[in-house]
């Protein structure tokens, strides 16, 4: 039979790597979580119309499709000086929603709670949705899959084309919605609904009614206490397309705010030889190397740190359902990086409560979805929550809008000082017995699959597939084991 | 029947994919997707014959043409931490949606040169088998016998 190689694997040229070196005792001393891939499409889209950067610009990665053009297409209303109508926003915001939800749900259903409900050590060709599929059934996954396929028409309805949304316009929309589409979303919505609240409670069934999992939840093993940035709207509450990015310190005090080109004045950006990846981190703080707790540089971002930093979500359901959440930890911050799922089936819920609110909007259909462009100013700043996090387009253009320079800030970068150290504690909580199977390659991504990370995203590369390796080094640097997941 | 061409249009020869689609979708339904997670899945349903057309590496000469049936296909290991891999989504959709999914599915793959340099054109190598890649997929999609068909796997 043929060797059939069509995968990232071999597209990257690379892949993520987890490093351990041992003490003399042999018990974990460092660990390193390295991104040794690099694409750059900051360079990419140098030259090219700020106008035409979303399209290239979704396709970073074949799962972050949605935010990437978003990103670039909000920095693009702003190098032409203009502002959408409140219906091209309304558009925007849906699909973007529906992107969360179809993003949120393979994540959780195919990645996260796969952790859980095929149980840790299981072999990682079992611990996926097709292990999943044998333990709960082909009709639930079924159905979780029918209900996510409703998400992505949403996306495709509103986008123009199957996957990677087409219809960017600075200023706008590139088009309306008719009535028909309009009713069809409606009855999508429905089940995204269903979806949602089955998440919710999924997570609770699974995961916090299980006495060893609920456990793990409150295990300080496997809390990251860092700075947490997130967005909100007037009220606190979490939003998504639009807000105010808000950054707060372990301890929950908020130590700053701000919106566009002013993230420069609190992110500064470290580069260490040994990650392709950047560490960004708190100007206020200064670098002080990967370390947790008070007075850490680091600030993460994500479905977590968005709950930490604001005061709940603009939805019903949603907020009964982090009332619940906060009261099962005690209070916020929340610190357990298993929360992050639970936070991220809360969010599946949220969204879907937001586009059945939108879908009957009585200005939804308005077929006035563009104003003109104004001049060209030269430089747009883009942010919104992606589902892995806070998301950062900065594009600097020439007087005809082509691009001159370009800097992305992305989720999994914000978070690569987080993922050190959760991989790092795991690896001190799981490796320390000296055995090292095959299982443990597992048990220590369970450390940074909550973060969703995304290399394809955090070095610009493509599409977005993460191949691991697990090296174990005596403190001699003799090399004991070498794990891979591919 | 339904033609899926996948990679990215960017970056030289992986954009194969999303050429081909761009040609064959004058006369036949094709549509075009960066990777194969669960949307993959969502537009194969309910299609009798469905082409799959993707940049391969396997070691062969650039510019070869190739065919991939399902059982090799399934054969590819799992990777993937953050989506479906291409034999994960069609294993999950034989398991999920036996009766909708297709009754026959290919596929045509070519040798890839370049995958990784930032240009839309495909490398000269792959350029020159366009022209088989094409007039098999169209074979394939309408049931035409040809024995160049098996003649390049």
């Known amino acids: 039979m043929k060797k059939l190689v069509i995968e990232p694997i071999t597209r990257l040229e690379g892949h993520g790597k987890i490093t351990v070196f041992l003490d003399e005792k042999g018990k974990v001393d460092e660990v390193f979580f390295q991104v040794v891939e690099f694409m750059g499409y900051e360079k990419m889209v140098e030259g090219v119309p700020i106008e035409e950067v979303p399209r290239i610009a979704s396709t970073i990665c074949g799962v972050c499709r949605a935010v990437h053009f978003m990103a670039s297409l909000k920095a693009g209303d702003q190098v032409f000086s203009v502002e959408p109508p409140p219906v091209a926003k309304k558009l925007r915001e849906l699909l973007l929603s529906a992107h969360h939800i179809e993003d949120h749900t393979e994540i959780l259903y195919a990645m996260g709670l796969s952790d859980f409900i095929c149980g840790p050590t299981a072999p990682s060709e079992k611990r996926n949705i097709l292990g999943v599929t044998e333990i709960v059934g082909k009709d639930f996954v079924k159905d979780v899959l029918q209900k996510r396929f409703s998400a992505a028409r949403i996306v495709e309805i509103l986008g123009g084309k199957t996957a990677h949304p087409a219809a960017s316009v600075p200023g706008g929309w590139s088009k309306s919605l008719s009535e028909d589409e309009v009713r069809e979303i409606q009855k999508l919505a429905d089940d995204c609904l269903e979806l949602g609240k089955q998440s919710v409670e999924l997570f609770k069934e699974v995961v916090v009614k299980n006495p060893e999992y609920s456990k793990l939840l409150k295990n300080e093993n496997f809390n990251v206490v860092t700075n947490y940035m997130g967005t909100v709207d007037e009220k606190g509450k979490i939003a998504y397309y639009e807000g105010t990015k808000v950054i707060i ?107 059945k609110e939108l879908s009957q909007d009585p200005e939804i259909t308005n077929p006035n979805t563009c104003n003109p462009v104004g001049e060209v100013s030269g430089e747009g700043v883009g942010i919104i929550e992606a589902p892995r996090g806070t998301l950062i387009h900065h594009y600097w253009t020439d007087e005809n809008g082509m691009v001159t320079d370009a800097n992305m800030v992305v989720p999994t970068t914000f978070n690569n000082g987080s993922i050190q150290m959760a991989v790092k504690k795991a690896a001190k909580f799981f490796l320390n017995d000296g055995n090292y199977d095959e299982s443990k390659l597992n048990l220590i991504e369970m450390a940074h699959r909550p973060y969703d990370l995304c290399l394809a995203c955090a070095t610009h590369a493509f599409p977005g597939h993460n191949p691991f390796e697990l090296n174990i080094y005596s403190h001699e640097g003799k090399l004991i084991k070498s794990i891979r997941n591919f | 029947m339904l033609v899926v061409g996948l990679g990215n249009p960017y970056f030289s020869d992986d954009g194969l994919g999303y050429r081909a689609v761009r040609e064959l979708c004058r006369e036949l339904p094709a549509i075009h997707l960066l990777s194969p997670g669960t949307d993959f899945l969502r537009v194969i349903l309910g299609k009798r014959r469905v082409a799959v057309i993707d940049a391969v590496k396997t070691g062969e000469k650039p510019g070869t043409f190739l065919t991939f049936n399902l059982k090799e296909i399934k054969s590819y290991p799992k990777s993937s931490t953050h989506t479906l891999s291409i034999s994960d989504s069609i294993s999950l959709g034989y398991i999920l949606y036996p009766e909708e999914m297709p009754e026959e599915l290919l596929l045509f793959g070519v040798e890839a040169k370049d995958l990784t340099t930032f240009k839309r054109e495909l490398s000269p190598e792959v350029e020159k088998a366009l022209p088989k890649l094409l007039r098999e997929v169209k074979n394939f999609i309408k049931g035409g016998e040809d024995e160049s068909f098996s003649s390049g796997r």
């Open chain 1, 249 to 355: 310190d372990p301890e929950g005090n908020r130590i700053g705010e701000f919106e566009g080109k002013d993230y420069l004045n609190y992110f500064a950006e470290r580069t260490i030889p040994w990650s392709y990846a950047k560490f960004p981190y708190l100007k206020s703080v200064g670098w002080k190397g990967f370390v947790d707790g008070k007075g850490t540089p680091f600030c993460s971002v994500g479905p977590l740190a968005r709950l930490n930093v604001s005061e709940g979500y603009s939805t019903p359901l949603a907020q009964k359902a982090y009332e619940e959440m906060v009261e099962f930890f005690g209070g916020k911050p929340i610190y357990n990086i298993f929360a992050y799922h639970w936070a991220r089936a809360i969010e599946i819920l949220n969204h879907a409560e937001i586009v």
